[in-house]
C-alpha cells in the first residue's frame, strides 16, 4: 500500500568540500527512486551527502501538492572511506558506486548546481552537452556559475552541468551578465 508520508530530507549533509584523508567523494547510483530514502539513511548515519533536489507542483482536484523530487534521478553523491561502503550498501539501496577520477571537477560542478538550485528560481533539466562555449556569470543572482552556451544567436540559456554524470539544466540569464571563459570541445 502507497504512502503519502514524505521523507523531510535535506539536500546537503555535510559540505561541498574535498576529501580529507581516507574518505573520498563517490557518485551512487541508487535504485529507482530510492535517492530520497537512501539520503535519510545517510543522514541518520551521518554521512556527508549531496541530493539535489527541486520542488515539484502537482494538483489533484481542490488542492495543490507541493514536494521535492531528486533533480537527477538514481544519483546521489556522497564522502565516505572505503571501509563504510559496506556500511552504505546495507541500505538496500545501492545498484553501483560510480569511481570519481577527478574530485576537484566533480566538486566544482556540485558547487555550481548548489549555488544554482539555493537561489530558489525554478530550473529546467537538460540534455547534457560536450561541446558549446564556456562561459561565467559575473552579475545577477547567478554570479559565480560557470556553464555553458549552445547558441550564440541566443546566449540566454545556460547549460549548467555534472559532467561524471552526464546530466544537466538549464538556466535563463542576460547575456549581459555573462562573460566567455572558452570554447568546449568534445574530447575524443
Known sequence: MPSNNQLDIHQLNGGLN???????WFVIHTKPRWEKKFA???????????????????QYDKR????????????IFVKCT????????????????????????????LNNIYNTLSLDIPVVPHAYVKEGYTVKITK???????G?????ANPSEVI?????????????????????????????
Open 40 to 58: 535519510d539513511y545517510c543522514y541518520k548515519r551521518e554521512f556527508n551527502y549531496y541530493l539535489p533536489l527541486q520542488k515539484s507542483v502537482k
Open 18 to 24: 574535498p576529501s580529507e584523508a581516507d574518505d573520498k
Open 64 to 75: 495543490q501538492v507541493i514536494f521535492t523530487k531528486p533533480l537527477f534521478p538514481g544519483y
Open 82 to 109: 572505503v571501509d563504510d561502503k559496506s556500511i552504505l550498501l546495507r541500505s538496500g539501496s545501492i545498484v553501483r558506486f560510480i569511481k570519481v577520477p577527478d574530485e576537484r571537477e566533480l566538486l566544482h560542478d
Open 140 to 146: 545577477g543572482p547567478y554570479v559565480g556559475i560557470e
Open 148 to 152: 555553458i552556451v549552445l547558441d550564440t
Open 160 to 188: 549548467v552541468g555534472i559532467h561524471l554524470i552526464q546530466q544537466a539544466i538549464c538556466i535563463q540569464v542576460d547575456p549581459t551578465e555573462m562573460e566567455l571563459v572558452s570554447r568546449t570541445k568534445p574530447e575524443y
